[in-house]
Each structure stands twice: as structure tokens, then as C-alpha cells.
């Protein structure tokens, strides 16, 4: 085969260039780009610094991509302290009276929703307006799936969303009835979807960042230590980016610095976080096509019904199995069985006369090749009841309407499956062995 040279390569360059259009010319991006540039006030340049520009991606639609070669360590986005929107931030703002006075008590993640809302219905007159009109309209989280929808997720999927629409449903409640009574420029307009769109902003662009204690803050693990840093929220997300953050406590700026290369030109990504496709889903709206983090979960009752065992004896199993917290990482994925689900299943197959040395048993492996083969039969029988359910459920999945969030519920349910057919094989390969 001819070599295509130096011509064939930069046609190849070329190509992949044309599939990335660059975003720098549209006048809402040149005016973001200002107000990053001239934000302080007394100062003719902010510290804001980037080698990154923003742009259309075909795979991920809006990104960052980068103008220059990156290198491990490099800092690809430096974002000042005043550009962050933090809870520091709005006690400084013009809602401290009024919170204030009204004695209430919020969230970080609430308070954060409050004062995006509250920019936005101020318009251009807004300081934050060129980076709010820059947010997408809507988003694609749980809170927006349709109650159809909901029957169309996987089993684990629909509890995680239950969860997260109760703890926005606990939120809206508050904050509808604040701003739309307390807020002057925002009374009686604020509607169910600007709380959507504002709770969602918050949830899938803040950056972690420690919350400070506050008499009227509420610390909730699920709702702190977020704030929105402008820009640095383009940034998109893939399972395999190695990247650290935080404050440099020199420059006071929020920087981002990366442990992976990038040539000129292509999309800078950041990790959200070692999140498997369903926390994708249901935090973010989105999948990824080969999530290395994605795994099916298995409770104790799961593997309780693949059981012939007496009841007292599967008590005392259960107990040492929760006792030892061998229960909170039950789950497989396409390399195979959990260090715990491994155990458990093994501990499960002990009889009851030697329980008392599941320890050396479950542990040794010169000592429980028996056990493993047992365990891994009952393995091969729980995957297989569990790919029947998922096979099924997939089937469900596809005869129903094409919706707006249809393409997520498949692609949880074809997760399942795919994990399930994956670690199955494993299993089955070394019990055969």
C-alpha cells in the first residue's frame, strides 16, 4: 500500500478540523469573552486565562477545544475568584437583605438556584447577564423526564431519579414561594420551569468548591460546596480525563490543570467524577458510548432468591455478609464479578456447621477453591436471571414511543444488558477452567 506522505496526512488534518467549527466569531461568544476580559472594576484585564476557545463538536456538541499543544500539568482554564458564583457571593448581593429579613434558611444549591433566577429576571441589567444568556434554555436531567418516561428506566435508574425529583420537589416548593413573595423584580413571575432550568444549572456545570458556614446556609451533603464558574462550565465530561482542581491560593483564581495531552485544536474534557451511565443519566441527561465506570448492582435480596437454604442459617449469613459491609459493593461489570459480590456469594454457599470460618474460607484461596466454584454457580445463575429481566425490559423499552429522553432509557437498559452478557462470559470462562 502506497504511504499517503505529507499531502495525504494534512488532507487527514484537514478533515478532522472541518468536523470541529469554532465558535470565537458569534457576537454572544465575543461579548462573553469581553466581559471575562474587563470584569473587575478599576482593573483594565481580569486575570481570567485560557488557551482554550469555545466550539461545536460533532460528538458532544458544545466544548472547549484548545488553541495550542497541551501538555501534562498544564493549566488549561485559570477563572478569578469575583467571577465565581458562590454563596459568598450572593450574601454580598443585593438578596442578603432580603434573605435576611425574611429569616429563611437555604441551601447552598437552593441559594445558588435563587440567585440565578433572580439574575435572570433582571435582564441585560444583570452583571451576570453575558454569561447566563449563554446557558442552554433547557436540560435533560431527571427533573424533565415525563412520567412515561420514568416507567421506561432500568430498575436502578428509576429509584436514583425518584430520589433526586423528591429532593427538587422539597426545593421548588421553598424557593417558588420566596422569590415569587420577597423578590421585588421577580414577583408572582417565576414559574416551575425557570426553577427547573435554574435547580439544573446548578447540578450538571458547578465546580466543588468548599462551602463556608453561613447562620442562614444549610449544610447538606447532597446540596454543598458548588458554585458556577463561567466558562470553566463548557468544559465537558469523559470517564477517562485525569484532571485536578481548586483554588490556587497565589492567584485566588479557580484553576483547572490536566494529567493528559492534547494536540492543537482538538476538545479539552474534565471528569464530573467516576460516574457509571445511570448517574450520568439521571444527574446529567446524558450517557457515554463505552463508560469504563458503568456497573449493574445487586442487592442482598437479589441474590437471596437464587437460594435453597434454610432460613435460620441465611439470617446468620446475611448478618456477617452486613456486618462486614460486604453489601455496599454488589455489582459486576464486563470484567467480571465485585472483590465483595464475590465474597458474599461465597459466604452465602458456606454450610452452616463451618459459618464459623467464613473468614479463612471466603479469604484463603488456597482453602476455598470448593467455595469459589460454588460461588461462581450461583453467580452463573444470578447473571443469568438477571440478563432474562434486563432482555425483557429492553424489549419493553423498545416498542414504546420515541420521546425526548426515549434515547436514555435504551441506552440504560442496553448497558444492562451488555454488562450483564460481558461478566457472565467471565464467570462462565473461569468456572470452566
Known amino acids: 500500500m502506497r504511504n499517503p506522505g505529507r499531502c495525504g496526512r494534512h488532507r487527514r488534518q484537514k478533515h478532522n478540523i472541518k468536523s470541529v467549527i469554532s465558535e ?14 474587563h470584569s473587575l472594576p478599576g482593573r483594565q484585564h481580569s486575570d481570567c486565562k485560557t488557551h482554550l476557545e469555545p466550539a461545536h463538536f460533532t460528538d458532544t456538541g458544545r466544548g472547549l477545544k484548545c488553541l495550542y499543544r497541551i501538555e501534562e ?5 485559570s477563572i478569578p475568584y469575583h467571577l465565581l458564583i458562590t454563596t459568598n457571593l450572593v ?17 447552598p444549591q437552593q441559594l445558588l438556584t435563587v440567585f440565578l433566577i433572580s439574575e435572570l429576571f433582571k435582564k441585560e441589567h444583570s452583571f451576570w447577564h453575558p454569561y447566563i444568556s449563554l446557558l442552554p434554555n433547557v436540560y435533560f436531567s431527571s427533573v424533565y423526564f415525563s412520567p412515561e418516561e420514568m416507567k421506561l428506566l432500568t430498575k ?12 427538587f420537589e422539597g426545593a421548588r416548593k421553598k424557593i417558588l414561594e420566596f422569590i415569587n413573595t420577597h423578590v421585588p423584580w421577580c414577583e408572582g ?19 466543588y468548591l468548599l462551602t463556608e458556614e453561613h447562620p442562614l446556609l444549610v449544610i447538606d451533603p447532597e446540596e454543598s460546596h458548588v458554585a458556577l464558574a463561567p466558562l470553566l462550565d463548557f468544559l465537558n465530561h469523559k470517564d477517562t480525563a485525569q484532571v485536578r482542581a481548586g483554588i490556587n491560593p497565589g492567584s485566588l483564581s479557580y484553576e483547572i490543570i490536566t494529567d493528559d495531552k492534547y494536540k492543537k485544536y482538538e476538545q479539552v ?11 450520568l443519566a439521571i444527574n446529567y441527561g446524558f450517557t457515554l458510548p463505552n463508560n469504563i465506570h458503568n456497573v449493574f ?34 455489582f459486576c461489570n464486563k470484567d467480571g464479578l465485585s472483590w465483595s459480590l464475590m465474597v458474599a456469594l461465597k459466604i452465602f454457599t ?25 460461588a461462581s454457580k450461583l453467580a452463573i445463575r444470578l447473571l443469568t436471571e438477571a440478563l432474562l429481566k434486563v432482555q425483557h425490559h429492553l424489549q419493553y423499552v423498545v416498542m414504546q414511543p420515541k420521546s425526548t429522553h426515549f434515547h436514555i432509557a435504551e441506552k440504560l437498559a442496553l448497558d444492562d444488558v451488555h454488562i450483564l452478557q460481558a461478566s457472565l462470559k467471565v464467570v462462565q470462562s473461569q468456572f470452566i477452567s
Open 24 to 37: 470565537s466569531h458569534l457576537p454572544e461568544i465575543i461579548r462573553f469573552q469581553q466581559w471575562m476580559k
Open 73 to 77: 500539568g498544564d493549566v488549561v482554564v
Open 91 to 107: 450574601f454580598s448581593s443585593d438578596l442578603q437583605p432580603i434573605i435576611e429579613r425574611v429569616g429563611i434558611m437555604f441551601t
Open 156 to 167: 436502578r435508574a428509576h429509584c436514583l431519579a425518584l430520589e433526586y425529583r423528591e429532593r
Open 189 to 207: 413571575k417565576v414559574s416551575l420551569e425557570h426553577i427547573k432550568w435554574a435547580w439544573s444549572t446548578i447540578d450538571t456545570r458547578s465546580v
Open 269 to 279: 474534557f474534565i471528569s464530573y467524577g467516576p460516574h457509571d451511565n445511570t448517574r
Open 297 to 330: 448492582h445487586f442487592s442482598l435480596e437479589d441474590i437471596k432468591a437464587c437460594l435453597n437454604v434454610d432460613s435460620a442459617s441465611l439470617g446468620k449469613k446475611q448478618a456477617i455478609i452486613q456486618e462486614n459491609g460486604f453489601d455496599l459493593n454488589l
Open 350 to 374: 458456606i454450610p452452616k456447621e463451618f459459618l464459623s470460618l467464613w473468614k479463612t474460607i471466603s479469604h484463603d484461596a488456597s482453602t476455598s477453591s470448593e467455595y469459589t466454584n460454588l
